[in-house]
């Protein structure tokens, strides 16, 4: 505002001027010197000379200044708009552009929540993850001590945990003679053998000492075998009694005859109500391999079973004589060293000193309950269980059965030592 006064100024001062130039008369030409007004400032004509004279740089300078204000006032007013527009701009941006940012921003807000939310579930997963791991570390650091523990008992040697006695002799009696007290497995080696074998002694406490032969208790085992497994033996020896074996051909061949004092061979039986027989055979001998291990004895010396193996006839037409088992070769079923056409032995699948075939068979096929029928014995109908038919029919499986043999004088011996006699003995005999 001030700047724009500036030309009026001016403009008054110049007419001023010229009017007191006008009202007094005076111009360059006519202007007489007034001596009081002269002398102390210029005249009127002075001034207007002077005004005259630097009038044109003034209106120049004045004009220089105006198009500057112009220019200035111009940049204002431009200033002016712009902030107006920005202003506006401003407005107008917050007024449109407020809902879309805050939309933005609540958002972003959300999304942020989510994704800490997220975080915190993911933390919980990854700690959750971390015990998972640390319990399997220590899981398989256990199974390491484990493995290390098995790989260091691994490199010992295997130890044979079972009880085997130190004692030993040609025979279970000779064991109990050089002192053993207790039952269980004993190295033997017979006269004729050419290497010590495992056998079960049965040892009372009369000093007896029984080497036992077969064993059958609880089905267990499957006496279904060939030639050579029952010349080599099957089953298992334990040292409590408690498994299915038959000892072996072989192995009863050279126990049977290795010395000059007859063994006798004590058959016990149980049937499927817990009643107990026995049968005593003196002079029992197997022969060698070569006789087929033929079954010899003398005679029925004592018991309440029965003499089954002296045979019985089970029809009038059938004489015991082909039921009888003293002199009979063994058989398997895949050697028929019997008195019948066909294979007695194949037909039952067992193995036993047939005729045709028996009236005793300890190691026919197991059932469980004791009586069985033609049917239950499969396809070949006959009576194939585990019989002693001076006891039980020979449709009546027994439930145990033990063969075992010793020496004949150790039994007259007990017998002689027992005053009881004979009684007392065959009350062991139950043992
Ligand atoms: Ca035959």
Redesign the pocket.
């Known amino acids: 505002m001030a700047l724009s006064l500036l030309p009026t100024v001016a403009g008054f001062v110049f007419l001023a001027c010229v009017t007191l130039a006008q009202q007094r008369g005076d111009n360059t030409e006519t202007c007489t010197q007034d001596n009081a007004f002269g002398k102390y400032c210029p005249t009127t004509c002075g001034v207007a000379d002077y005004l005259n004279r630097y009038q044109p740089a003034l209106n120049k300078d004045l004009n220089d200044m105006e198009q500057i204000l112009n220019r200035i006032a111009n940049d204002t007013a431009g200033a002016a708009e712009k902030v107006t527009y920005m202003k506006d701009s401003a407005t107008q941006q917050k007024k449109s552009g407020s809902d879309v940012y805050y939309k933005k921003s609540s958002d972003m807000l959300n999304e942020v929540t989510r994704f800490e939310k997220s975080i915190v579930e993911q933390e919980s997963q990854i700690n959750n993850l971390q015990a998972v791991l640390e319990s399997n570390e220590k899981r398989m650091l256990d199974l390491k001590q484990m493995s290390i523990q098995l790989e260091q008992k691994c490199k010992e040697p295997c130890k044979d945990t079972v009880d085997i006695k130190t004692v030993t002799g040609k025979d279970c009696q000779d064991v109990a003679n050089k002192g053993a007290k207790t039952s269980g497995l004993y190295y033997v080696k017979p006269l004729k053998a050419t290497q010590q074998f495992l056998v079960y002694c049965e040892i009372d406490s009369f000093g007896r000492g029984f080497t036992v032969l077969q064993r059958r208790r609880d089905g267990s085992v499957d006496f279904n075998k060939n030639w050579v497994q029952y010349k080599e033996g099957f089953g298992y020896l334990s040292p409590g009694d408690t498994t299915e074996f038959w000892l072996g051909n072989e192995k009863i061949h050279l126990l049977s005859t290795q010395g000059t004092i007859p063994y006798v061979l004590r058959i016990q039986l149980t049937d499927w109500d817990g009643n107990k027989k026995f049968a005593d055979y003196t002079m029992f001998k197997v022969g060698p391999e070569a006789d087929m291990y033929r079954l010899t004895y003398g005679y029925y010396l004592d018991g309440d079973a029965g003499d089954a193996f002296d045979g019985v006839a089970f029809k009038e037409h059938v004489d015991k004589y082909h039921t009888a088992h003293n002199g009979m070769q063994f058989s398997t079923p895949d050697k028929?060293n019997?008195?019948?056409?066909?294979?007695?032995a194949l037909q039952e699948g067992t193995g036993w000193w047939m005729n045709r075939c028996h009236a005793a068979q300890l190691n026919g096929k197991y059932y469980q309950g004791g009586k069985y029928s033609v049917k239950d014995s499969g396809e070949s109908g006959y009576d194939n269980g585990i019989i002693w038919t001076t006891w039980q029919t020979r449709w009546y499986s027994l439930k145990e059965t033990t063969m075992k043999i010793i020496p004949l004088n150790r039994l007259t011996i007990v017998e002689g030592q027992q005053t009881g006699g004979v009684k007392q003995l065959q009350g062991l005999g139950d043992i």
Do not use: M
């Open positions: 028929d019997d008195k019948y056409s066909g294979s007695c």
